[in-house]
Each structure stands twice: as C-alpha cells, then as structure tokens.
C-alpha cells in the first residue's frame, strides 16, 4: 500500500536551516510528481512546493520568497524540502502529498511532521 | 492566487446532510473540471474524498458527493455519521499558470 512518512521536523531558531525527508514506498516513486503541503497553528493548508517526476520543474508558494528548495532522489524514493533562514511563521505541520497529474489531485498524504521555529 | 471562499463551520444531527461550498472564480473553479476535496481530522493525514468535480476513490463513502455550478463546488455529506466530524478543504487547479493551485479556506463540520 501507498505510505509516505515525514521526517526531520523539530525546534529550530529564528534565521536557521532545516532539511524535511519523506520516504515513499507501495508505488513507482519516479512516476509521481510530489507537493509539500503545510498547515500553521489554527490556520489551513497551504500548498509550499511541487516537483515534477523527474525534478525537472519545480514551483514555490510566493510567500516563501526563495527560502525553501524542493529536491527529490528517486534511486532512494525519498522527497526532501530545504527550509533557509526560517521565520517564526514557518511554523506549521508540514505533509508530503503524492501528485496524479491526470486529475489534478493529491490521492496519498503522510501525516506530517512538526516544524517550530522559536528562540 | 487567493484562496477558495469555504463557510467557516458546518453542522448537522446524525443521519441528516450537510453541504459545503467552495466559491472561487472563472480562472480556478470555474474553468477547470478539478476540483477535489479533503478530509482532515487533526493529527492526522488528510484523505482524498472526491476528485474531478464529483468522482470518489476507492474506499469512500458514497455518502460523500461532490457536484459544481459556475464558479462555486459543493460537497455534500448524507447520512452524516459521527466519524465525518472533521475539517474538509477543496482544492482546484488554477492553469498552467499557477501549477501550485489552490486551496479553500476549510470547512469544520461538527455532528451534534
């Protein structure tokens, strides 16, 4: 069955970096495109990145005004989100989400991993 | 891209319907045929619930229906049950433009 499980999340200090993982299995990782999701304390989701299947485009929220990076290495089915120069509204849950071009829709979500970024 | 415009609570007793709507424009909703719908109960994954306007994955209710007019979808839960208690958001494809797309405000449906 399809699983994705978020990893790496934490307490990080305002202006520092941090690498979000999730690891996907039950499916063709390479045929996928694959979205970071987030959703802030008492607020809702929001879409941060998407990647294609391949890696070969990439698209970002504006509000991230360049800090994050999406990446992806399909030899280890694994999908990674770069966090730079983090602010206190970064922090959220944050859910990796398996994309099927055909509908246009996420069909598999994880359950996420909890970034707080405090002093 | 601004976000779908979702009631903010919904309600109903056991076994009555309650219906959701999503209102965005003419350059999401209105103009694409994608507008999905998710389930999330806190701390939990979010669940896909209908995709393509009105279509259900496998494994979900029939309770759950989804339809659009115009520029507004609406999901539609009958029979409600006490596990359907949960916050539900649409989404919709924005163009090529906006390959991010967009996400609805979210609706937190209570069963009395």
């Known amino acids: 069955q399809v699983q994705l499980v978020e990893s790496g999340g934490g307490v990080v200090q305002p202006g520092r970096s941090l690498t979000l993982s999730c690891a996907a299995s039950?499916?063709?990782?390479?045929?996928?495109?694959m979205h970071w999701v987030r959703q802030a304390p008492g607020k809702g989701l929001e879409w941060v990145a998407v990647i294609w299947y391949d890696g070969s485009n990439k698209y970002y929220a504006d509000s991230l005004e360049g800090r994050f990076t999406i990446s992806r290495d399909n030899s280890k089915n694994t999908l990674y989100l770069q966090m730079n120069s983090l602010r206190a509204e970064d922090t959220a849950v944050y859910y990796c989400?398996?994309?099927?071009?055909?509908?246009?829709?996420?069909?598999?979500w994880g359950q996420g991993t909890l970034v707080t970024v405090s002093s | 891209q601004s976000a779908l415009t979702q009631p903010p609570s919904a309600s109903g007793s056991p076994g009555q319907s309650v219906t959701i709507s999503c209102t965005g424009t003419?350059?999401?909703?209105?103009?694409?045929?994608?507008v999905s719908w998710y389930q999330h109960h806190p701390g939990k994954a979010p669940k896909l619930m209908i995709y393509?306007?009105?279509k259900r994955p496998s494994g979900v209710p029939d309770r759950f229906s989804g339809s659009k007019s115009g520029n507004t979808a609406s999901l539609t839960v009958s029979g409600l049950q006490a596990e359907d208690e949960a916050d539900y958001y649409c989404s919709s494809y924005a163009g090529s433009n906006n390959p991010l797309g967009v996400f609805g405000t979210g609706t937190k449906v209570t069963v009395l």
């Open positions: 989400a398996r994309y099927y071009y055909d509908s246009s829709v996420n069909d598999y």
């Open positions: 393509e306007v009105s």
């Open positions: 003419s350059s999401d909703v209105g103009g694409y045929n994608y």
């Open positions: 039950g499916f063709i990782f390479s045929n996928y495109g």
